[in-house]
């Protein structure tokens, strides 16, 4: 059996419920997330998308995170469009090299069978 260390998340975004007193200046979210300037903009790496039970919800690779955060959550054929009021943090590994970031992520959806991946999926396959 090959085993793979995943490295320790660099960057953790969670859901923030938004507080309006006064004339207080809010930040606008986007499904309850305002800290996507903490993302690199032109780094590649590993998105992975948990719920309030902290279960995976999915694993995606970025060239650029920050863009691919955002289009996430933003975009009409994200694989979670359907599912983006589950998630509530996002957890960022920064890798640069495209061949470990693909390793990383076929890795992860299957060692931690990530609820809502489709492709890359081997764990399913003694079920037939």
Do not use: C, W
């Amino acid at each position: 059996m090959i085993k793979i260390d995943i490295p320790a998340s660099d960057i953790t975004i969670t859901q923030r419920t938004q507080v309006i007193e006064g004339d207080e200046a809010v930040i606008p979210s986007i499904f309850g997330f305002i800290d996507f300037h903490l993302i690199p903009r032109d780094k590649g790496g590993i998105i992975m998308f948990y719920n309030d039970e902290d279960e995976l919800l999915f694993v995606g690779k970025a060239r650029k995170l920050r863009q691919r955060v955002k289009k996430h959550f933003e975009d009409n054929v994200s694989p979670i469009k359907l599912h983006r009021k589950e998630v509530t943090k996002v957890e960022i590994l920064v890798v640069e090299d495209p061949m470990e970031r693909e390793i990383y992520e076929t890795y992860i959806i299957n060692m931690r069978r990530a609820k809502y991946n489709v492709d890359k999926v081997f764990y399913n396959l003694n079920k037939e």
